[in-house]
């Protein structure tokens, strides 16, 4: 909420009906759920949602939550000398119909905006496959499906090396979450855009943050700002809130994080 992600929430612009503070308490709320070592990937996700919905009423984490899930539970698979990644094959592997059943639970319970139907295992349903199948038939319209199917590959060759490319740099995490942001939201059409607005426009948002990613590299803080509140201002009017590229982002500082815990040899929970 710190980092300004342009056309999404922050604590530097509202926007969409919802303020900095529903994903604060969001966070607050879901952080001792999603971390409970004693949960499966299915049911981290859905008392997360459970809660945030039953507190907040707003969908403010579902696919930060799809994400995170995995990833909490990769760093705390019973694995020593394993990166977090390897870890993470491990349990994508083993998730199956009752996960499966539990995140489709977790989605009709969120709602989120432009989610339509399928033909093939629609979450309306009850599901008939493990999680993984499911999201295979998704993955062609949402990047979060994606990750699943793919191993989360665009957080481990886009997000981590991005953050850890500018963290490097100059110290700035800030600015660093802001830059994977951007390099996200240039690298692929936004698939929450695409789902509301059609592919034209998902596109048309991918070549904006294209060139706002270029000036973004060479700019100093102040032209930075302006920069990025002008990108936010646009997209706001426009009704335009790429999601999807702000969960990647979010999620990738989670995996940036759990990285360096297990790098240490720290344990991720007591």
């Known amino acids: 909420m710190l980092a300004f992600k342009p056309g999404n929430v922050s604590v530097h612009s509202a926007g969409h009906g919802m303020t900095a503070d529903d994903f604060l308490r969001s966070a607050e709320l879901v952080a001792p759920v999603i971390a409970r070592p004693s949960l499966s990937v299915g049911k981290r996700i859905l008392y997360s949602v459970v809660v945030t919905q039953r507190e907040v009423g707003c969908n403010t984490n579902l696919g930060i939550l799809l994400l995170c899930a995995p990833l909490v539970q990769a760093a705390l698979f019973p694995f020593t000398g394993e990166g977090l990644q390897e870890r993470l094959t491990h349990v994508l592997a083993a998730l199956d119909q009752e996960d499966a059943r539990l995140v489709f639970q977790a989605i009709r319970l969120a709602a989120p905006g432009g989610l339509g139907e399928s033909e093939v295992h629609d979450v309306a349903s009850e599901p008939t496959v493990g999680l993984i199948e499911a999201m295979a038939t998704a993955q062609h319209r949402d990047r979060i499906a994606h990750q699943y199917v793919r191993d989360f590959e665009d957080i481990f060759t886009i997000g981590l090396p991005c953050l850890r490319s500018w963290g490097s740099h100059d110290g700035d995490l800030e600015a660093a979450i802001v830059a994977c942001y951007l390099r996200f939201l240039a690298a692929f059409p936004d698939s929450h855009v695409q789902r509301k607005f059609g592919v034209e426009k998902a596109e048309e948002v991918r070549q904006a943050a294209q060139r706002v990613e270029t000036e973004y590299k060479a700019c100093e803080n102040l032209a930075a700002a302006a ?43 007591n």
């Open 227 to 269: 920069l990025l509140h002008d990108f936010d201002k646009k997209l706001k009017q426009g009704g335009i809130n790429p999601g999807t590229s702000a969960d990647l982002t979010v999620v990738s500082l989670l995996a940036y994080h759990l990285e360096n815990l297990l790098s240490h040899g720290a344990a991720v929970v």
